[in-house]
Nanobody
Framework: QVQLVESGGGLVLPGGSLILSCAPS????????MRWYRQAPGKQRELVEQ???????HYADSAKGRFTIPKDFVKNALILEMNSLKPQDTAIYYC?????????WGQGTQVTVSS
């Protein structure tokens, strides 16, 4: 069983930046597919970014050029760096880990982009 704990959410002005962190309870960053999802009010959960064990990345069109998904092996954390934030980025952001039939979700962290 793997637990994922997100942190770093909050209120940010449009055009601002925010860094989210996902801390797994064990060392899985180099063996699991890791993803960030988000869910805005009244909308379905959507994939934001994915990174594989070989560091291949996939970005949703809405995230390209603005978000990055580095791994921090010192802190054992998956990072989501978000820049040029827009009000439509407001959502609960979830960390997800997948390996074969094993799937784990974090509890989510709220990001609100508003003036």
């Amino acid at each position: 069983q793997v637990q994922l704990v997100e942190s770093g959410g909050g209120l940010v002005l449009p055009g601002g930046s925010l860094i989210l962190s996902c801390a797994p309870s064990s060392n899985i960053l180099d063996s699991y597919i890791m993803r960030w999802y988000r869910q805005a009010p009244g909308k379905q959960r959507e994939l934001v970014e994915q990174i594989t064990p070989l560091d291949t990345t996939h970005y949703a069109d809405s995230a390209k050029g603005r978000f990055t998904i580095p791994k921090d092996f010192v802190k054992n954390a998956l990072i989501l760096e978000m820049n040029s934030l827009k009000p439509q980025d407001t959502a609960i952001y979830y960390c997800y880990a997948h390996y074969n039939s094993q799937q784990y979700w974090g509890q989510g962290t709220q990001v609100t982009v508003s003036s």
